[in-house]
T-cell receptor, first 115, second 113 residues
Framework: GAVVSQHPSWVICKSGTSVKIECRSLDFQATTMFWYRQFPKQSLMLMATSNEGSKATYEQGVEKDKFLINHASLTLSTLTVTSAHPEDSSFYICSARVMSNYEQYFGPGTRLTVT | TQLLEQSPQFLSIQEGENLTVYCNSS?????LQWYRQEPGEGPVLLVT?????EVKKLKRLTFQFGDARKDSSLHITAAQTGDTGLYLC?????????????FGRGTQLTVWP
């Protein structure tokens, strides 16, 4: 149980285009999902907290107009990187919180490369 | 801030050796999780500890939670090459209903054959 999927697993896009990444909790409902960014050999950096049916809460320094988050249902959250630039290239990981406790289960990540 | 100090940052050992990774904070944890992450994949939850003094074992991995709930350790006995990965500790935000996690910077473990 507690499986989280992400799609796509990797994507290459041209500078200036937008990319959407999906995060799904497959066998449980998640009122809260989290989006992280990770650089090589480093820990996870929280970008935003996604709440079902309400606006996302962004961490300081994260541009909400650039990283659009939508949490339309209890099993799906999406992150859209708008007008992507090479510096946005990174490994993006989502997690979903189990409602009964504070445990988070992570998706397999999405490798974004902007050329 | 809710800083979580994790050490060492890098660890390179031979197969069969033992190792310990430490996770410390100046504030109390309501709960603490240990994760393991392999390259190109998301972190996988290994264990959650919630009670001060708690010890949990997962095969060759032993997790301890300090009595004061401000520190934790992960001990691996007789390391194997398959243990290679990034080990992350994370504590939950006691005051947050959203359950936000604060991660340590991670310990990159490499086990050589």
């Amino acid at each position: 149980g507690a499986v989280v999927s992400q799609h796509p697993s990797w994507v290459i896009c041209k500078s200036g285009t937008s990319v959407k990444i999906e995060c799904r909790s497959l066998d449980f409902q998640a009122t809260t999902m989290f989006w992280y960014r990770q650089f090589p050999k480093q820990s996870l950096m929280l970008m935003a907290t996604s709440n079902e049916g309400s606006k996302a809460t962004y961490e300081q320094g994260v541009e909400k107009d650039k990283f659009l988050i939508n949490h339309a249902s209890l099993t799906l959250s999406t992150l859209t990187v708008t007008s992507a630039h090479p510096e946005d290239s990174s490994f993006y990981i989502c997690s979903a919180r189990v409602m009964s406790n504070y445990e988070q289960y992570f998706g397999p990540g999405t490798r974004l490369t902007v050329t | 801030t809710q800083l979580l100090e994790q050490s060492p940052q890098f660890l390179s050992i031979q197969e069969g050796e033992n190792l310990t990774v430490y996770c410390n904070s100046s504030s109390v944890f309501s709960s603490l999780q240990w994760y393991r992450q392999e390259p190109g994949e998301g972190p996988v939850l290994l264990v959650t500890v919630v009670t001060g003094g708690e010890v949990k074992k997962l095969k060759r991995l032993t997790f301890q939670f300090g009595d004061a709930r401000k520190d934790s350790s992960l001990h691996i006995t007789a390391a194997q090459t398959g243990d290679t990965g990034l080990y992350l500790c994370a504590k939950s935000d006691r005051g947050s209903t959203l359950g936000r996690l604060y991660f340590g910077r991670g310990t990159q473990l490499t086990v050589w054959p």
